[in-house]
């Protein structure tokens, strides 16, 4: 399958949930996300990848709703002829998920729910917006 | 109108949507958070911090300019935290 598609560099990238922060101890994160709109996003994400960075094939998964420290929240992976260009996607992949897909994730420390704020350093790293 | 809120919004409203039917004169973004703002006092508690919002229509991302149409589908929520 691999010989067949010409696929030189396979990319994996696993968001993992963190076990606490500056505030404590993590019980668990809840994602929440806009049932349609995300879907929309992550399909225009994936078309803009295939075609910017000639991938022969992408893999996308983003997990919504309660999820406990060590398990994985996102997967992206990216399949190039050259590593370079699988590289390049799988960050810009994870980067725009960070900040253009409808996700929220709540913090639940010590019975508290915090809002997660976005980082302004992440929204500066994707300039387009589909 | 059907009016959707996420995240923190959602909590201090205790809805995630409501059906609304706004004036004539509610003819872009801007102009309905305001008229959304006297629905309440939790509903003046979000939209206070309108800075913090964004907003989208029929599942577009959109800015405070834009117009809105008495069927669309709107969403306010804070910026995404997502991966």
């Given at each position: 399958?691999?010989?067949k598609k010409?696929i030189?560099a396979v990319v ?15 019980e668990h994160l ?5 049932a349609?709109m995300?879907?929309k996003?992550?399909k ?7 075609k910017?960075w000639?991938?022969?094939?992408c893999?996308i998964?983003?997990?919504y709703?309660?999820i406990?420290?060590g ?12 590593r ?9 992949i ?7 897909a409808?996700?929220w ?11 997660v704020k976005s ?8 300039k387009k917006?589909f | 109108?059907k009016?959707?809120?996420f ?5 201090i409203?205790g ?9 004539k004169?509610?003819k872009n973004i ?5 008229w959304?703002?006297k629905?309440?006092i ?8 309108s800075k913090?919002?964004?907003?989208s229509?029929?599942?577009q991302i959109?800015n405070k300019?834009s ?5 669309d589908e709107i969403?306010?929520f804070?910026p995404?935290?997502?991966?």
């Amino acid at each position: 399958m691999l010989i067949k598609k010409g696929i030189g560099a396979v990319v994996n990238f696993t968001g993992i949930a963190r076990p606490a922060n500056n505030s404590g101890n993590i019980e668990h994160l809840e994602i929440e996300h806009y049932a349609g709109m995300t879907e929309k996003k992550i399909k225009e994400v994936e078309k803009y990848a295939l075609k910017k960075w000639l991938l022969n094939t992408c893999i996308i998964i983003h997990r919504y709703g309660k999820i406990k420290p060590g398990e994985n929240i996102v997967y992206v992976g990216t399949a190039a002829k050259h590593r370079k260009n699988a590289f390049k996607a799988c960050e810009y992949i994870i980067d725009y998920l960070k900040v253009r897909a409808p996700f929220w994730k709540i913090e639940k420390i010590k019975n508290k729910k915090i809002f997660v704020k976005s980082k302004k350093e992440d929204e500066k790293k994707i300039k387009k917006s589909f | 109108m059907k009016i959707i809120y996420f995240s923190w919004l959602k909590e201090i409203l205790g809805i995630s949507e409501e059906n609304i039917k706004p004036p004539k004169e509610i003819k872009n973004i801007n102009l309905l958070m305001k008229w959304l703002e006297k629905r309440s006092i939790k509903h003046k508690k979000v939209f206070l911090k309108s800075k913090s919002i964004r907003c989208s229509i029929n599942q577009q991302i959109v800015n405070k300019n834009s117009k809105i149409k008495q069927n669309d589908e709107i969403a306010f929520f804070p910026p995404f935290t997502g991966g």
